[in-house]
């Protein structure tokens, strides 16, 4: 076929659906009805496959330079046992006036969260539904690297189900928009939920605390053991691990995904993610794997403790005069009340606490061999075999004096402690 205006150069044949092509409309059960190139110049034969659109209305109306003689579509065939299939409901495309209309045209009073690639606005569908709408930034909309992140998220997000994993809503895509639709989370992040609540907003207590912790835990140990290939999150941090209203933990963002083989041991890919998440073998090496993510999760649960950013635990030893490497000292000394947070005013367990912590600090080793997998981090939380790694870690010293290093954030000392007031995305030349 002649393609003078290489419009049809932008289809992908690995879209898990043809409805999120630009020149597509589908109707509400995912079926095209509508392919529109008319007006695009385009010559030669069609593809007798075009034939199988059984619901197909529109096609290439006006273009007298194509063949345009559809074979009939066959008959259709019995269905297969609907146990052989996931019953997955295919994200909504929206039109670009539906999500004007949900957010009063993208108003500043509905802006509830941005990022390096977008912003976030809290909508209204027509039915009342409340939704979360990230729009990508107008100069990120064309950039190769910005697009492929798009794609991603829009793949990854409306494959997964999990009651613990941020499932896609819908979608618009048009010359000039990208858009993502997100159920709407009554209770933000836990990032938000610990540092940025409003006065008249509880903290978190212990029990929320606990519960979020694992079921964040699920939510990534399915990523990794459920999902093939393997998917790897990558920017597992506080405010990428929203809650619903039950303050159930959903981890949500995954623009930055790497799809990898479950018999790999790592992908090589550029850095990316949070400062202070990011484990050393990614930054020095590039190779990430699950135990990426593995790092990341141990990293977060010490700000579910503390309340602190994970940039500010890294300088404890300028207000506590406590380090990473005296953590073990301090369960030792059953001191406790000097690292939990003090919104909780005294209110956990600290049998519980310790037990976090234990299982924190076996995420965040600086060997990603000797980190345990997630899957292994969610029996741990539900009660099933710490002691047992905890004990055989403590064995030798030395190990643990190797193990329990986090991120030289040397390599970050010409940034401002007062710099990042958020998430701060970034790649390894930017602070190398």
Sequence with gaps: MSDPNNLIRSWDSTLVTPCWWDHVTCNAENSVIRVDLGDANLSGLLVPQLGQLQNLQYFFKNNPLLN??????????LQQNP???????????????DLQIATDNFHRKNLIGRGKFGMV?????????????????????????????FQVELEISSMIVHP?????????????????????MVNGSVASSLRDRSES??????????????????????????????????????????????????VGDFGLVRLMNHKDTHVTSPVC????????????????????????????????????????????????????????????????????????????????????IQVALLCIQSSPLKRPKMSEVVRMLEGEGLAEKWDKWLQNEDIIQQNLHIVDMNSTSNISPDEPSGPMIFELEEIV
């Design 68 to 77: 345009q003689t559809v074979p009939t579509p066959p008959a259709p065939t």
């Design 83 to 97: 146990s052989d299939f996931c019953d997955l409901t295919q994200p909504r495309r929206f039109s670009l006036r």
């Design 121 to 149: 606005y809290k909508g209204r569908l027509i039915n009342g539904e409340p939704v979360a709408i990230k729009r990508l930034n107008q100069k990120h909309k064309y950039t190769e690297r910005s697009l492929i992140r």
């Design 164 to 184: 613990n994993l941020l499932r896609l809503h819908g979608f618009c895509m048009t010359p000039t928009e990208r858009l993502l639709v997100y159920p709407f």
């Design 201 to 250: 907003q509880p903290p978190l207590d212990w029990h929320k605390r606990k519960r979020i912790a694992l079921g964040a835990a699920r939510g990534l140990a399915y990523l990794h053991d459920h999902c093939d290939p393997m998917v790897i999150h990558r920017d597992v941090k506080a405010s990428n691990i929203f809650l619903d209203e039950e303050n159930e933990a959903v």
């Design 273 to 356: 993610g949070t400062i202070g998440h990011v484990p050393p073998e990614y930054l020095s090496s590039g190779k990430t794997s699950e135990k990426t993510d593995v790092f990341g999760y141990g990293v977060t649960l010490l700000e579910i403790i503390t309340g602190r950013r994970a940039f500010d635990l890294a300088r404890l030893a300028d207000d506590d005069d406590l380090l990473f490497l005296d953590w073990i000292k301090v369960l030792k000394d059953k001191r406790l009340e000097t690292l939990v947070d003090a919104d909780l005013e005294g209110n956990f367990e600290e049998k519980e606490v310790k037990e976090l």
